[in-house]
């Protein structure tokens, strides 16, 4: 699972993805319900276009009063297509590209949990398959799918011992076109695999007590951004 991940500048929406950048500003590290750039269809064209969503498929302001919390940042390819907070979406083929530079995952390999981030040689830009939803006041949020890590050679290192291990789907630059624009759920599914472990590089990356996102480093446009972490 992931709940923590590095979305890109706008500069890399232009110059990797080939979209403008939306309006708006969002942080250097995404949590559940921040806002981050997503890539999705236009309309019923096979165009690409970016929009700012809310990490989480139903954010928390959307939970009914009274109605018990429910964790929806990601969701696990076995039953994305049952459970109603994502199956509607999936059944519609509401694919989206995630850009980034890192997600993050807790390793408890010293006996304490210690963040690590976990992207590709160098920095290099990468797209998660994610799954997105508009809302009737034009908003939009999205989830990512999940698959089981246990056979992982390094996603298997992230969680408690005793968890089942989940992974993220990095789509090879080759996927993003048919993930976009895929029509069919079961076609879908089957791009959805586990990044080669021997094309990833993690290490240790303890997360800050506060931290802010200035415009001068050029991951948000306008003022600074106090991230609440």
Request: include cysteine.
């Amino acid at each position: 699972m992931c709940v923590n991940y590095a979305p890109v500048h706008r500069q890399i929406l232009r110059d990797i993805f080939g979209v403008e950048p939306p309006p708006g500003e969002w942080r250097s590290e995404a949590w559940p319900d921040y806002p981050a750039p997503i890539i999705r269809r236009a309309g019923d064209s096979d165009a690409w276009e970016s929009v700012l969503a809310s990490f989480s498929m139903v954010p928390k302001k959307a939970i009914p009063p009274g109605t018990r919390y429910f964790p929806t940042a990601n969701a696990r390819v076995e039953t994305i297509g049952k459970l109603r907070s994502f199956a509607p979406h999936w059944r519609a083929c509401q694919f989206a590209l995630l850009p980034a530079t890192a997600f993050f995952e807790p390793n408890w390999e010293s006996g304490k949990a210690v963040r690590w981030k976990i992207g590709r040689p160098g920095g290099e830009p990468f797209a998660i398959a994610g799954l997105w939803r508009a809302w009737p006041d034009g908003a939009a949020s999205f989830t990512m799918p999940t698959l089981n890590a246990d056979g992982h050679p390094l996603l298997k290192r992230f969680h408690k011992p005793e968890s089942e291990k989940r992974g993220v789907v990095v789509l090879p630059p080759n996927d993003w076109k048919e993930w976009l624009t895929c029509r069919d759920p079961e076609v879908a599914k089957s791009l959805l695999r586990l990044y080669p472990a021997d094309q990833l590089v993690a290490e240790p990356a303890p997360v800050r007590a506060r931290s802010s996102d200035v415009a001068k480093s050029g991951l948000i446009a306008g003022p600074s951004i106090e991230a609440e972490e």
